[in-house]
């Protein structure tokens, strides 16, 4: 079992927190009625099995697959899990809603029509906000939350209000679309801020990080310099720096002879752009995976990095 550190409150925190859609395991009904959990199939489980038995203590929050409560908190694999309640209409409107019927759409340049209904994106923030409540207390002082995906893009900011010690990164696991596309999105805006809640932003492809970056210019009017977007503070909070980065599939760490170069912000990662500071390591390079629609982090000696997989056209079902 992992180490963890507690709040005066007897709540487990941990040095990384995975915030994802689905947890890694999924319960099963045995023939007497108890549950049991399984490891779930997907390139993401199979490339943060290795990058979580890194970390002295390592979480992960998720739904569990079925609607209805959520089970208490519990510990498998190595990892301690947080499940996330999903009741019967949050899957109809938040994930089958707005994150498939529309976001899937727009994001892979219209490949069939999105959808768009007020109600989906009343439950979408719903849902968020069950997630980042869920992730925020559960993180150490000073540790790292790792979020993933479409269905989640508002996590980060509010992570960010409730928990301003912790470094947030996000990686999106499908394509951004151009301004053009993005500007269909009635809620576009929202779901800028929400991502800009990280300080460092992932994408898998070159145009994906630009696409990014022009959207929060042109729709937000943010200062930016190159791949860095300077985020104004509330009231008396200084500007945040957040960095934008590409992390495409099978970059051989024989291929790069020099990290990436060391953020200037001090409430950014602490290590290297390319990287994710677990144990705020310096990154000597870059390692790839294979692995479908895999992200994970290199968890061979003296470096932590992105990797990450091709996305898929196939849409969710």
């Known amino acids: 079992m992992p180490?963890?550190?507690?709040?005066q409150h007897g709540q487990r925190q941990h040095e990384l927190v995975v915030v994802a859609n689905r947890l890694p395991v999924d319960s099963r009904t045995l023939p007497d009625g108890a549950t049991e959990w399984v490891t779930s199939p997907g390139g993401l489980v199979t490339a943060m099995e290795s990058v979580m038995r890194t970390v002295d203590s390592g979480a992960w929050v998720g739904w569990g697959g079925s609607a209805g409560e959520a089970a208490d908190p519990f510990d498998a694999d190595g990892m301690s899990l947080y499940p996330v309640r999903l009741d019967q209409e949050d899957i109809e409107r938040f994930?089958?809603?707005?994150?498939?019927?529309?976001?899937?759409?727009?994001y892979h340049d219209v490949i069939v029509d999105p959808e768009f209904h007020r109600g989906w994106w009343d439950t979408y923030l719903s849902a968020n906000r069950r997630f980042a409540e869920t992730a925020a207390p559960v993180a150490s002082p000073g540790g790292t939350i790792w979020v993933h995906d479409y269905q989640l893009q508002l996590v980060p900011q509010m992570i960010r209000a409730k928990r301003s010690d912790v470094r947030i990164g996000f990686f999106n696991h499908i394509p951004f679309p151009s301004v053009e596309l993005f500007s269909q999105l009635p809620k576009r805006n929202s779901i800028l801020r929400g991502l800009l809640g990280s300080d460092l932003l992932g994408f898998q492809r070159e145009s994906d990080s630009l696409?990014?970056?022009?959207?929060?210019?042109k729709l937000l009017g943010y200062h930016v310099e190159g791949m860095t977007i300077f985020v104004p503070g509330l009231g008396a909070a200084p500007v945040r720096e957040v960095e934008v980065q590409t992390f495409p599939i099978s970059i051989d760490s024989a291929a790069v002879s020099a990290p990436p170069r060391i953020r200037r912000s001090a409430s950014a990662l602490s290590s290297c752009a390319a990287t994710w500071?677990?144990?705020?390591?310096?990154?000597?390079?870059?390692?790839?995976?294979?692995?479908?629609?895999?992200?994970?982090?290199?968890?061979?000696?003296?470096?932590?990095?992105?990797?990450?997989?091709?996305?898929?056209?196939?849409r969710p079902s």
């Open 277 to 314: 500071a677990i144990r705020r390591r310096s990154c000597s390079g870059w390692t790839g995976s294979t692995t479908p629609r895999a992200s994970g982090i290199a968890s061979r000696p003296g470096a932590s990095c992105w990797t990450t997989g091709p996305s898929t056209r196939t």
């Open 3 to 7: 180490s963890a550190s507690s709040t």
């Open 211 to 217: 696409n990014f970056v022009s959207a929060v210019r």
């Open 95 to 106: 994930y089958e809603g707005f994150s498939n019927a529309t976001l899937w759409p727009l």
